[in-house]
């Protein structure tokens, strides 16, 4: 499973060049998923519990959630998470 | 639910607004209801081939990315009288071609996530099968979002070295984005080139099953993209090419 390095993100808004060049591949994928028309809450705490990892937290999905939507990148939207592009 | 297919190419001239047109009128010969949007939006284009100029008023994509249109009120219905029979309908979604729109976009940009949305409000409104892209060719915003959102990027090059390379780009970049099916069309492939041997190198060259191998043909140069050759030539192997890899994809995909 990839671990998610929070100081090598990038910060700012989230363009798709952006998505493109982020690491680990579990990002890429959750960012992703939030795309098309947003993923429930249910499946994407367990993508993120499946493809990230979070050294220093047993359970990585909570933290790694609330990173994702302080930097704007996810947002939820009534039952879902989108990815929002700046 | 919709299937979103992205039909790009690394480089200008493939005949990927051809390839578009064409695989919508043979999927929409399927029974199938499928819209073209043109996010080629620097050099639109895929218009043409069914015959349809938007007039003063109507509205283009650039009007809901860079205005207050709904999508819906951007898409006509082209369906060919040849494909009402199959029950099939075809959308376009058109881009502007007036020349201080497309100056106006390119400079000020707009919400690529709009993009988004949009292909799924109006699969939502018309009940589609399919949405079929057509990019602008190369690497940018538009091009990268449309691949990320793809349930099957098509990626059409011709036998040609720099294609080749090319395509090599677009294939990575497909696969940093996990898109769930990619297919190779290779177009314009000359009589004098053994198509075995193109099918084997395009094979090995990046491990992506091969939607169609399509001949460069006479008879598509003299329809100039005045046509839909599935339509004008249906026998011709160009054509039937088309038509299988529609198949093909309505049945994989669906």
Same mark, same amino acid.
């Given at each position: 499973?990839?671990?998610?390095?929070v100081?090598?993100l990038p910060v700012g808004p989230l363009s798709m060049s952006t998505l493109l060049s982020l690491?680990?591949?579990?990002l890429r994928l959750v960012l992703r998923a939030g795309l098309r028309q947003g993923i429930q809450d249910?499946p994407l705490r367990?993508l993120i519990?499946?493809? !990230?990892?979070? +050294?220093?937290?047993?359970? +990585?999905?909570? +933290?790694i959630l609330e990173i994702l939507e302080q930097r704007g990148w996810l947002v939820r939207q009534g039952e879902l998470w989108k990815t929002r592009l700046g | 639910? #919709? @299937?979103?297919?992205?039909?790009?190419?690394?480089?200008?001239?493939?005949?990927?607004?051809?390839?578009?047109?064409?695989?919508?009128?043979?999927?929409?010969?399927?029974? @199938?209801?499928?819209?073209?949007?043109?996010?080629?939006?620097?050099?639109?284009?895929?218009?043409?081939?069914?015959?349809?100029?938007?007039?003063?008023?109507?509205?283009? %994509?650039?009007? *809901?990315l860079?205005?207050?249109?709904?999508?819906?009120?951007?898409? *006509?219905?082209?369906?060919?009288? $040849?494909?009402?029979?199959?029950?099939?309908?075809?959308?376009?979604?058109?881009?502007?071609?007036?020349?201080?729109?497309?100056?106006? %976009?390119?400079?000020?940009g707009y919400q690529v996530e709009r993009l988004n949305d949009a292909l799924f409000e109006?699969?939502?409104?018309?009940?589609?099968?399919?949405?079929?892209?057509?990019?602008?060719?190369?690497?940018?915003e538009e091009?990268l979002l449309s691949t990320a959102i793809?349930?099957?990027?098509?990626?059409?090059? /011709?036998?040609?070295?720099?294609?080749?390379?090319?395509?090599?780009?677009?294939?990575?970049?497909?696969?940093?984005l996990?898109?769930?099916?990619? /297919?190779?069309?290779?177009? @314009?492939?000359?009589?004098?080139?053994?198509?075995?041997? #193109? /099918?084997? @190198?395009?094979?090995?060259?990046?491990?992506?099953?091969?939607?169609?191998? !399509? +001949?460069?043909?006479?008879?598509?140069?003299?329809?100039?993209?005045?046509?839909?050759?599935?339509?004008?030539?249906?026998?011709?192997?160009?054509?039937?090419?088309?038509? $299988?890899?529609?198949?093909? %994809?309505?049945?994989?995909?669906?």
């Open positions: 499973m990839d671990s998610l390095d100081q090598a690491e680990p591949a579990g249910g367990q519990g499946e493809s !990230l990892a979070f +050294p220093g937290h047993e359970e +990585p999905t909570k +933290p | 639910m #919709v @299937k979103i297919l992205a039909v790009h190419s690394f480089r200008g001239g493939t005949g990927k607004s051809n390839l578009s047109a064409n695989l919508a009128v043979s999927l929409a010969r399927l029974g @199938k209801r499928v819209a073209v949007v043109d996010t080629d939006l620097a050099s639109p284009g895929v218009h043409v081939l069914f015959g349809f100029a938007p007039q003063a008023g109507q509205s283009t %994509l650039n009007d *809901y860079q205005g207050p249109s709904a999508i819906h009120d951007c898409a *006509y219905e082209v369906t060919p009288a $040849e494909v009402k029979a199959s029950h099939g309908n075809v959308w376009l979604v058109p881009a502007s071609m007036n020349g201080d729109r497309i100056a106006r %976009l390119l400079r000020e109006l699969s939502e409104k018309l009940r589609l099968d399919f949405v079929l892209v057509d990019t602008h060719p190369g690497i940018n091009t793809a349930d099957c990027l098509l990626v059409v090059m /011709r036998p040609d070295s720099q294609d080749y390379l090319g395509t090599a780009v677009a294939i990575e970049v497909a696969e940093r996990d898109v769930p099916s990619i /297919r190779m069309v290779v177009n @314009k492939l000359p009589d004098s080139f053994d198509s075995e041997q #193109v /099918r084997e @190198k395009v094979a090995r060259s990046y491990e992506v099953p091969i939607g169609a191998l !399509l +001949p460069l043909s006479d008879d598509l140069l003299t329809l100039a993209s005045g046509g839909l050759a599935v339509l004008r030539f249906p026998d011709h192997p160009w054509s039937q090419g088309v038509s $299988e890899l529609a198949g093909d %994809l309505s049945r994989s995909l669906v």
